[in-house]
């Protein structure tokens, strides 16, 4: 499993990856993001600007890289940050499949992405994956799976998705909406011929999302990886967003909201990689601090207060606008 590969890093950060939702397309629903990128979000721009944090990730210990069909050219912009480092072999790259991306690269598109899972979005995807990243994908998940999905029930998608893992493609899903721990249970016990299907799960859990958890402990318990995504709620944990809670403490350690937000991720002994979703190489450099975080319990009591009911913290997400 590609994953071991990470489990032996020294790097103090060897537990943070790096996703590349915010910097593979011009629109996404990060909250900050005019800030952070500014007008000129060219397709070069934006290749330029993902091959900087790829290089800053990469000299820092991050060892996992994350990308999807749907976030715009992203698989392209790691896969010619790749192609340009030929001797870089200690990474494991993970990409999504399920979503199309349908913007054609404007900010304010009507429909940004159309979801799909069924065989025949499978398979058009996976070849577009492979064209790209060839043999350097090591991870291949559904993108946000949920209860209602018949990824979790098409029987001909699941023999294409374990043939493809007899192949040494890891097969993994992720989640995404109020249901989440309904989901992960659902795929856990997805078999083809007695086997489990996934070896990995990807989810949002962060200090204002926290309903998956023990699904996530079961996850791990069964032996599948654990990646956390979303750990910075779309920013909603980030300076100047966060919640006064979150910037008292962040005060105490001196040191970022976003490096105490994903420190509470990281205690969790199920989280396997907490990715990061940068979209600066100082956003970066800040969330890395997240491994140097020590909260207490007068702390973590405090930061407890913020989880949201889950069904109103997807509620609010739906609501953030495409920047």
């Known amino acids: 499993m590609p994953f071991a590969r990470l489990a032996t890093a020294t790097t103090p950060t060897c537990h943070i990856g790096l996703g590349l939702a915010a910097v593979g397309r011009p629109g996404y629903i990060n909250l900050g993001r005019d800030h952070d990128l500014g007008e000129n979000r060219s397709v070069e721009t934006l290749r330029t ?83 790209l990243l060839g043999d350097r994908l090591d991870l291949y998940q559904i993108h946000s799976v949920t209860p209602d999905s018949p990824a979790l029930s098409d029987k001909e998608l699941h023999a294409k998705l374990a043939e493809a893992a007899a192949q040494g493609l890891t097969i993994g899903f992720s989640t995404s909406g109020p249901d989440q721990a309904d989901t992960v249970r659902a795929a856990l ?31 791990h318990d069964a032996g599948l990886t654990v990646i956390v995504k979303e750990a910075m709620a779309n920013g909603r944990l980030a300076d100047p967003y966060a919640p006064d809670a979150l910037k008292a ?62 069904r109103a913290y997807w509620e609010r997400r739906g609501q953030l606008p495409w920047h």
């Open 189 to 219: 016990a997805v078999t083809v011929d007695g086997e489990p299907l996934f070896r990995t799960v990807q989810s949002t859990y962060n200090a204002l999302e926290t309903s998956a958890a023990p699904a996530l402990a079961e996850a």
């Open 49 to 131: 600007r993902t091959h900087e944090l790829l290089d800053a990730a990469y000299a820092q210990g991050v060892r996992y890289f994350d990308v999807a069909r749907s976030y715009g050219r992203s698989e392209e912009f790691l896969a010619d940050w790749l192609n340009a480092r030929p001797d870089i072999d200690d990474i494991v790259v993970g990409s999504k499949w399920g979503y199309t991306y349908t913007a054609g690269w404007t900010a304010d598109a009507e429909t940004h992405e159309v979801k799909d899972h069924s065989v025949q979005t499978y398979e058009r995807q996976r070849a577009e994956t492979d064209a």
């Open 249 to 310: 403490v962040a005060e105490e350690t001196s040191l970022g909201c976003d490096a105490v937000a994903l420190a509470l991720v990281l205690r969790q002994p199920w989280a396997g990689v907490v990715l990061s979703g940068a979209a600066t190489v100082n956003q970066l450099a800040s969330n890395l601090h997240a491994a140097v975080v020590d909260l207490d319990e007068d702390q973590l009591t405090r930061l407890a207060t913020l989880v949201e009911e889950p």
